[in-house]
T-cell receptor, first 113, second 111 residues
Framework: GAGVSQSPSNKVTEKGKDVELRCDPI?????LYWYRQSLGQGLEFLIY????????KSGLPSDRFSAERTGGSVSTLTIQRTQQEDSAVYLC???????????FGSGTRLTVV | SQQGEEDPQALSIQEGENATMNCSYK?????LQWYRQNSGRGLVHLIL?????REKHSGRLRVTLDTSKKSSSLLITASRAADTASYFC???????????FGSGTQLTVLP
């Protein structure tokens, strides 16, 4: 597609429930990133996928967070047993090669109540 | 952890004036990038400057990089009300493939 697409755009969930967030990167972009942004804060790196290489999961805050990327394209970020501190905007980005700018999606605003 | 730190945290200027935002970082980098964010959602890539470059221009944007001081500045000339947004610097360096973002500068351009 023309841009990075994320769904849903907004998600309200009850504490303790699992959620799945989806990202469709730009076609042909081999690198895909997940970040999260709490209100008024900078972006916190979560996970990075590059082609068929093992993902860099060093930013995942706990084992409740996981992500996969199927067929080198669509990615899903799963948060199990959500907590209120998980409330944030989750942003996905892709890029074609190292050393170039990222293209970001519009994000998913997650609210845990 | 935050690599880049922007200052000021907030900047308010009149339309037509120039806006300057600064970014400092701590470790060696391959490149430094500036992004703009409206309304707390997706970021838009503005400009990338490599570690061997000192200055770069794109339209009304001018970016400088001083690797000896580990700092960068973003200048927006002849600002417009539509430039109102948060601006983030982000660094990419070493073996890490992800960008590390600062906490941003909130720019308000008054009409």
């Amino acid at each position: 597609g023309a841009g990075v697409s994320q769904s849903p755009s907004n998600k309200v969930t009850e504490k303790g429930k699992d959620v799945e967030l989806r990202c469709d990167p730009i076609s042909g972009h081999t690198a895909l990133y997940w970040y999260r942004q709490s209100l008024g804060q900078g972006l916190e790196f979560l996970i990075y996928f590059q082609g068929n290489s093992a993902p860099d999961k060093s930013g995942l805050p706990s084992d409740r967070f996981s992500a996969e990327r199927t067929g080198g394209s669509v990615s899903t970020l799963t948060i199990q047993r959500t907590q209120q501190e998980d409330s944030a905007v989750y942003l996905c980005a892709s890029r074609l090669t190292d050393g170039t700018g990222y293209t970001f999606g519009s994000g998913t605003r997650l609210t845990v109540v | 952890s935050q690599q880049g730190e922007e200052d000021p945290q907030a900047l308010s200027i009149q339309e037509g004036e120039n806006a300057t935002m600064n970014c400092s970082y701590k470790t060696s980098i391959n490149n430094l990038q500036w992004y703009r964010q409206n309304s707390g959602r997706g970021l838009v890539h503005l400009i990338l400057i490599r570690s061997n470059e000192r200055e770069k221009h794109s339209g009304r944007l001018r970016v400088t990089l001083d690797t000896s001081k580990k700092s960068s500045s973003l200048l927006i000339t002849a600002s417009r009300a539509a430039d109102t947004a948060s601006y983030f610097c982000a660094t990419e360096g070493g073996s890490a493939r992800q960008l590390t973002f600062g906490s941003g500068t909130q720019l308000t351009v008054l009409p």
